[in-house]
């Protein structure tokens, strides 16, 4: 039988291959995917708690992203990825946060949330359209579309590189770029189509190819006295990539104009993949210094949100930018220093000292002046130009809406957030560790196919149900989503390949963890919306959504990662053992 799936919003048709021959499944702005919350039938199971449940909760208020950090970056679903998500995320908690985030970057960070929790938590944002978004745009931008593979950058994420191991890395480097091009070539065989089924087949084989060749590259580094990697385990995990989708459509709403983006991010020319192999008297102090300019990046990150619309541009290049470059400036000379003791000194690391802002005006061929370095694995230089067979670059998201193309309208901003942390039916929980990263729900159950997303949506007063479609509230109810994440632990990694099989969901019967995992504070995220109900009934919002997802109202998300100190994670954790509902 075909795959299939709820969508909205368009009139893109996605073919689904299967054993049993092709079915369709369409994407449109129809009624049909919005429903009256009274007719969806009660569907919220609650085992009932047990002689060791844990039955407190913890609340934490981190606002309703009123300073405006928006972003299309995905730090847990693809790092390192700018632009990854092709979506504007709201997002609360952490201030530096960024695609490239280190942990270290994120616990410097400042907050908004009022108990100085500096975990991130981020959603696609909601949108209102009245002039309700055409499929056309959409069907013949699939039609000219081959899809491909994105992976994260691993070239930038390594930790120096000792000479003894340079070569050992640098052909796994290659064979990791030689697989994503094998990948390509097996995704282009369904251009113009979404074929759910070969995406996951492709992505399976990638995945084992790159946790071999990853594991590889940690070991020889290691074995060369360049110490452990960390969070490896996070660049495994490559995703579909219908980009070209973009570049074929248009933004449909006229007040679309390029300018200074709201949510604008620093972009500093990559440092650690233009090193040679570092002599080992030089591994310690160079990647002290790799270190530091992660943490000067996240420092002018957070500083370029928290002093938005102060001063304009010239307030940016004056106070954030020129004295940035100073600073790394400096570091990049030490790291200059530090090799040449002991081999040649490299050349050129001066010109990396510059960094520029996202969302500038576009030059006269329409490009962005940083552009969207979506390349695999990175490389010495980003290229001037893509290559022919690879997809146009994303755009930032442009004028007073932050949109880009088919994620049209303004953002309708959340009128509450509620966090909570919530017990087991069945046992304590253990605090999470921290820097855990966790998601729940599915951006792309189109082309990935449905069996990770979840139904989110409901009305205030309704949530004893939840519905995979876009709801209708009655008249004085609030649209709503509340989006439950896993609330149980392999005990050991914080992340994992496909940044899901550390976690798992409790089962729904009983509530209990299964074998070989230990229960956590479960997080649910309630958002809550005041929408005009003409505008419900209308059909006239939607999420942002991947271009081939095209605002399916089954791809909602939510995606967290804990920077809770150990402190205040027990609090949370002796809180919810002891039955007591704490804020």
Avoid at 390 to 418: C, H, M, S
Wanted: net charge positive; aromatic share 4%.
């Amino acid at each position: 039988m075909a795959v299939a799936v709820v969508a909205a919003s368009g009139v893109l048709t996605a073919t689904f291959v299967s054993s049993g021959g092709k079915g369709t499944a369409e994407a449109a702005t129809e009624l049909d995917q919005f429903v009256p919350i009274e007719q969806v039938q009660p569907n919220v199971q609650n085992p009932a708690p047990g002689a060791q449940a844990s039955k407190g909760s913890f609340v934490v208020d981190c606002g309703t992203n009123g300073n405006g950090k928006f972003s299309p970056d995905n730090p847990v679903a693809q790092p390192g990825i700018k632009n990854g998500a092709e979506h504007l995320h709201d997002f609360i908690g952490n201030l530096a946060i960024t695609t490239n985030s280190s942990n270290a970057d994120l616990d410097a960070s400042g907050t908004t949330c009022k108990n100085g929790d500096k975990s991130s938590y981020f959603w696609p944002v909601v949108r209102i359209d009245k002039t309700v978004r055409s499929g056309n745009d959409t069907a013949r931008a699939l039609a000219a579309t081959t899809p491909m593979v994105t992976c994260p950058n691993v070239r930038d994420r390594l930790p120096a590189v000792p000479a003894r191991a340079k070569r050992a890395v640098d052909t796994r480097l290659a064979a990791l770029d030689r697989a994503v091009a094998a990948a390509n070539k097996t995704m282009a065989t369904s251009k113009g189509r979404i074929d759910a089924r070969l995406n996951a087949s492709v992505l399976a084989d990638l995945r084992a190819q790159r946790t071999k060749l990853i594991k590889g590259i940690s070991d020889r580094i290691a074995a060369a006295g360049g110490g452990r990697t960390s969070g490896m385990v996070s660049l495994v995990e490559c995703d579909t990539n219908y980009d070209g989708m973009h570049a074929a459509m248009r933004h449909s709403t006229a007040s679309v104009k390029a300018g200074l983006a709201a949510s604008s991010q620093i972009q500093c020319p990559t440092v650690r993949d233009k090193l040679p192999g570092v002599p080992g008297q030089a591994l310690n102090e160079v990647n002290r210094n790799l270190a530091e300019l992660d943490r000067q990046l996240s420092e002018a990150n957070e500083r370029l949100v928290t002093t938005r619309g102060q001063g304009g541009k010239n307030f940016v290049d004056n106070a954030i930018l020129g004295p940035l470059k100073a600073k790394r400036t400096a570091v990049l000379d030490r790291i200059g220093i530090a090799i040449s003791r002991s081999a040649a000194r490299p050349q050129g690391l001066e010109a990396l000292a510059g960094c520029t802002v996202t969302g500038q005006p576009q030059t006269q061929n329409g490009q962005n002046n940083q552009g969207n370095q979506n390349g695999q694995n990175g490389g010495a230089a980003a290229p001037s130009a893509p290559a022919p067979s690879a997809p146009a670059a994303l755009p930032d998201p442009q004028g007073p809406n932050l949109e880009l193309p088919n994620n049209t309208g303004g953002i309708v901003r959340p009128a509450k957030v509620l966090i909570e942390y919530r017990g087991n039916a069945t046992s304590k929980v253990v605090p999470m560790p921290k820097f855990l990263r966790a998601l729940t729900g599915d951006a792309k159950p189109i082309s990935r196919g449905p069996a990770n997303a979840r139904a989110t949506w409901t009305c205030s007063g309704f949530t004893d149900r939840l519905a995979d479609k876009y709801p209708i509230c009655p008249a004085g109810q609030q649209v709503q989503r509340v989006q439950d994440f896993p609330g149980c632990w392999d005990g050991k990694n914080i992340d994992s390949t496909n940044h899901r099989d550390h976690l798992a969901f409790a089962d729904t019967n009983t509530g209990a963890c299964k074998q070989g995992f230990v229960a956590i504070p479960q997080l649910r995220i309630t958002i809550s919306y005041d929408i005009p109900r003409d505008v419900q009934t209308k059909g006239q919002f939607a999420l942002d959504s991947f271009p081939e997802e095209d605002h399916n109202p089954f791809s909602d998300h939510n995606d967290f990662i804990n920077v809770n100190s150990a402190q205040t994670m027990q609090k949370i954790a002796t809180c919810i053992n002891k039955g007591k509902n704490c804020d």
